[in-house]
């Protein structure tokens, strides 16, 4: 930066006399200070307008990071081989299983299922009936333990209609019993992961809060 040295004799007004000019002066000051206190004030709030929301800026890096790939919306890979998202369409399966290699495709829908999207394209299909407002332990179990199965052989897909609600619990879930995450650690991504989760469904952390992990990691087969 380069500082520019101020000429020796300073800047005046004349307004006819002296006292005019000095009138002149003073106010030509005080316009000159307001309008430096407004632009400062000006400059602070842009300042602070564009600062990162600091919630933003420390996103936790363990969280499932989100991926762009067409016909297959919200979705993430939670890690290595464990991909989660909503329904995808038929380009979705297509892109899936021809350009990435996903063999097993894990369905958590009550009421649709995946074969006539995904008709040709050599995947496992998976699906558990799971009613959001009414979680059977057995789905649970059997989707906990398709999905680990599934995951030492190639990538696996695990979804829902939204990819939030029942997709979030079987994540979180995993995480808990795989992952090692507290319940609580589980339940902060499940619900601020930009997922989409529902608050309507208050009963599935209630769920994850009351599962007893032992006997889940028991029965899904857990070493």
């Not at 829908?109 to 074969?115: H, I, L, V």
């Not at 529902?198 to 599935?204: D, L, Q, Y």
Request: aromatic share 10%.
């Amino acid at each position: 930066m380069k500082l520019v040295k101020e000429p020796a004799e300073p800047m005046r007004w004349y307004w006819g006399n002296s006292a005019h000019a000095g009138l002149a002066g003073g106010m030509f000051g005080k316009a000159v200070s307001r309008f430096l206190v407004a632009l400062g004030g000006l400059a602070l709030a842009t300042h602070a307008l564009a600062e990162p929301n600091a919630a933003a800026r420390m996103w936790p890096t363990e969280w499932a990071r989100p991926i762009d790939a067409a016909g297959v919306p919200n979705l993430h890979q939670v890690e290595r081989n464990f991909y989660r998202s909503a329904q995808p369409d038929a380009q979705g399966f297509n892109t899936l299983a021809k350009r990435y290699g996903f063999k097993t495709v894990v369905s958590l829908r009550a009421f649709n299922a995946d074969g006539p999207l995904a008709r040709g394209l050599n995947l496992h299909l998976v699906r558990y009936k799971i009613h959001t407002w009414h979680i059977e332990r057995e789905d649970v179990v059997g989707a906990l333990r398709s999905l680990r199965v599934a995951m030492n052989e190639a990538p696996v897909l695990l979804h829902c209609q939204h990819g939030a609600d029942r997709t979030g619990l079987i994540t979180a879930l995993y995480r808990i019993l795989y992952d090692g995450w507290s319940k609580q650690a589980a339940i902060d991504e499940m619900l601020n992961g930009n997922f989409g989760y529902h608050a309507v469904w208050g009963n599935i952390p209630r769920y994850i809060q009351r599962v007893d992990v032992e006997q889940l990691r028991h029965d899904v087969g857990v070493p």
